[in-house]
C-alpha cells in the first residue's frame, strides 16, 4: 500500500548525506578534480565515498520509483487526497501502517545490505588494485 514511502524516505535521507559528504571531501581536498568514468579507468585510485554514497541513493530512488509505480499501477495510489487510498479508512490506515513498519523496512534494510556488500568488494578491488601501485613507491 505504502511501502515505497519507507524507501523514499531513506533516499531523501541519503541524498542529503551524499550532498554533505560531497562538501566536506571538497574541502579537505580542493585539488581534487572529478574525472569522468572514462579518464578514471585508466588509473588505479580509490573511489570517493560520496561516489558509492550515491550508489545507494539511486538504488533507494529507483526501487521507491518502482514500487511507487506498481502501486499506482494497482490502484492502491491516487492523484486526489489522500492519496493513498488506504489512509481513507481508520482499519486501512492500520493495515497500512503494518506494511511499512514490515514490508518497507525490510526493503529498505535489503537494499542497504547489497549496498554495503557492493561498497566491500569494491573496496576489496581497490586494494588489490593499489597493491603494486603503492609497493612501486
Given at each position: 500500500?505504502?511501502?515505497?514511502?519507507?524507501s523514499?524516505?531513506?533516499?531523501?535521507?541519503?541524498t542529503?548525506?551524499?550532498?554533505?559528504?560531497?562538501?566536506?571531501e571538497?574541502k579537505?581536498l580542493?585539488?581534487?578534480?572529478?574525472e569522468?568514468?572514462?579518464?578514471?579507468e585508466?588509473?588505479a585510485?580509490k573511489i570517493?565515498f560520496?561516489?558509492?554514497?550515491?550508489?545507494?541513493s539511486n538504488l533507494?530512488w529507483?526501487?521507491?520509483?518502482?514500487?511507487?509505480f506498481?502501486h499506482?499501477?494497482?490502484?492502491?495510489?491516487?492523484?486526489?487526497?489522500p492519496?493513498?487510498t488506504?489512509?481513507?479508512?481508520?482499519?486501512?490506515?492500520?493495515?497500512?501502517?503494518?506494511?511499512?513498519?514490515?514490508?518497507?523496512v525490510?526493503?529498505?534494510?535489503?537494499?542497504?545490505?547489497?549496498?554495503?556488500?557492493?561498497v566491500?568488494v569494491?573496496?576489496?578491488?581497490?586494494?588489490?588494485?593499489?597493491?603494486?601501485i603503492?609497493?612501486?613507491?
Amino acid at each position: 500500500m505504502a511501502c515505497f514511502l519507507v524507501s523514499a524516505a531513506e533516499a531523501v535521507i541519503v541524498t542529503v548525506a551524499t550532498q554533505v559528504v560531497i562538501a566536506h571531501e571538497n574541502k579537505l581536498l580542493p585539488q581534487f578534480k572529478r574525472e569522468t568514468e572514462a579518464q578514471s579507468e585508466h588509473k588505479a585510485e580509490k573511489i570517493p565515498f560520496s561516489r558509492k554514497l550515491r550508489w545507494l541513493s539511486n538504488l533507494l530512488w529507483g526501487g521507491s520509483f518502482l514500487l511507487a509505480f506498481e502501486h499506482v499501477w494497482h490502484g492502491e495510489v491516487t492523484p486526489w487526497f489522500p492519496f493513498l487510498t488506504a489512509a481513507g479508512n481508520p482499519a486501512d490506515t492500520a493495515a497500512m501502517l503494518h506494511e511499512m513498519s514490515t514490508v518497507g523496512v525490510t526493503m529498505a534494510v535489503l537494499v542497504t545490505a547489497v549496498w554495503g556488500a557492493m561498497v566491500l568488494v569494491s573496496s576489496s578491488m581497490e586494494k588489490k588494485a593499489l597493491q603494486p601501485i603503492l609497493a612501486a613507491k
